[in-house]
């Protein structure tokens, strides 16, 4: 089992950064996919970004403007969201699965509570 608890969203204006922080529980830390989703009232959860030992998965929207990193000694990820837009308001979600197809196709095996983020105009 892997307990994830996301920190860090916020209000934020757009062209403005914000830094998410995911806390993971639990074994083999290390092992784990590790992913950022996010999810809009009435919309499935949407694949952000995704990071296994040194290497990176980032969808379009995100691509250029996210960096998703981790620390594997603290059982950390981060996402660090620059030039936000108006159209990233979400919930963010933090999601770990043992395949990086899983991931991809959004079907983590675990999720974190979600944290708020909101970019005004």
């Known amino acids: 089992q892997v307990q994830l608890v996301e920190s860090g969203g916020g209000l934020v204006q757009a062209g403005g950064s914000l830094r998410l922080s995911c806390t993971a529980s639990g074994r083999n830390f290390r092992a784990y996919v590790m992913g950022w989703f996010r999810q809009t009232p009435g919309k499935e959860p949407e694949f952000v970004a995704s990071m296994i030992g040194s290497s990176t998965d980032y969808s379009d929207s995100a691509e250029g403007r996210f960096t998703i990193s981790r620390d594997n000694a603290k059982n950390m990820v981060y996402l660090q969201m620059n030039s936000l837009e108006p159209e990233d308001t979400a919930v963010y979600y933090c999601?770990?699965?043992?395949?990086?197809?899983?991931?991809?196709?959004?079907?983590?095996?675990?999720w974190g509570q979600g944290t708020q983020v909101t970019v005004s105009s």
């Open positions: 999601a770990a699965s043992a395949s990086i197809q899983a991931m991809v196709s959004s079907r983590p095996s675990f």
